[in-house]
């Protein structure tokens, strides 16, 4: 973990959406870390806002950021030429060094889920492993990276709220019959999406989610994103989503 000041080289904003490529020096990240980002504006908001990477190469890093409150707006604000300080790579990564060649791999992202997903999947193509991308969201407009996944040769399942673009309904009616056929399982997004797709996960199934609780601090100090996970001795602890996590086995995790 490293802090840093990077700049930005390009932002773009569409609807609710702003994406963002950063450039300076930044360690390496593995996907599914996320960075502390904050901007330069002063104390308002004051703490710095966790936002997983999208993607990144030698030189720059990619956020996709959705505005929710004051801190996401602003980071999505941000122009070609501003400064923004950067703490991180943070986070474990999901344990994609473990599927093979030949492995079926299914990713259920929502919102703001799926730009880790999306960085799982570069990784993934690179060793030719071509997952099964199902995306759910309210509309289509909330239809993340799709041109992205494409360039990829990844075609994701769509479902929409709505009916506006794929099909009809919620991600779980798209995701049910694969979940049972994948060796393993890669999900990240709403915590009612998560909570839906964990009643669908066996034991069979390596299934690794991703949480996205609230931070303050990012780096283990204020304990503020703790969240119940059960041990391999059987005692359930808090684990701290910034550091232990945010990603964790979906069997483990204890929904409150
Ligand atoms: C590990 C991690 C990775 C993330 N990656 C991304 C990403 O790639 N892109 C992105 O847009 N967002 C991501 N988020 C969520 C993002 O951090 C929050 O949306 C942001 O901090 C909200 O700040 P704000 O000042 O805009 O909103 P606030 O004013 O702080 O809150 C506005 C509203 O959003 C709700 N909210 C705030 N944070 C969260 C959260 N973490 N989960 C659910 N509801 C929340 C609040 O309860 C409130 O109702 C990630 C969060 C985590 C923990
Ligand atoms: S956000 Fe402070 S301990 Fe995780």
Not at 90 to 104: I, Q, S
Not at 126 to 148: H, K, M, T
Not at 181 to 186: G, H, L
Request: include cysteine.
């Amino acid at each position: 973990m490293k802090k840093t000041l990077l700049r930005v080289r390009e932002s773009r904003q569409f609807g609710d959406y702003g994406l963002f490529r950063l450039e300076g020096e930044f360690e390496p990240s593995m996907p599914g870390q996320f960075y502390m980002l904050k901007g330069d504006w002063g104390y308002t908001p004051l703490l710095a806002r966790p936002i997983s990477i999208m993607t990144e190469d030698r030189h720059t890093v990619s956020f996709l950021v959705k505005i929710v409150g004051e801190g996401s707006r602003k980071l999505t604000e941000v122009n070609a030429g501003d400064s923004m300080t950067a703490v991180g790579p943070l986070g474990n990564h999901f344990p994609f060094e473990e599927v093979k060649k030949g492995d079926n791999v299914l990713m259920i992202g929502g919102g703001v889920g799926v730009p880790p997903l999306y960085y799982l999947s570069e990784k993934l193509v690179e060793r030719e492993i071509l997952p099964v991308f199902c995306q759910g969201a309210r509309s289509r407009n909330d239809i993340l990276l799709l041109e992205e996944l494409r360039a990829l040769s990844v075609e994701p399942l769509i479902s929409t709220e709505d009916g506006s673009s794929g099909t009809k309904g919620l991600i779980t009616d798209i995701a049910k019959e694969r979940i049972g056929k994948a060796d393993f399982v890669f999900a990240c997004g709403p915590k009612g999406m998560l909570v839906a797709v964990s009643k669908l996960v066996d034991g069979k199934t390596r299934a690794y989610f991703s949480l996205e609780e609230r931070m303050a601090c990012g780096f283990g100090i204020c304990l503020g994103c703790a969240c119940g996970i059960k041990h391999d001795d059987g005692e359930t602890r808090y684990d701290r989503v910034c550091v232990e996590g945010p990603i964790f086995e979906a069997g483990k995790i204890v929904w409150d």
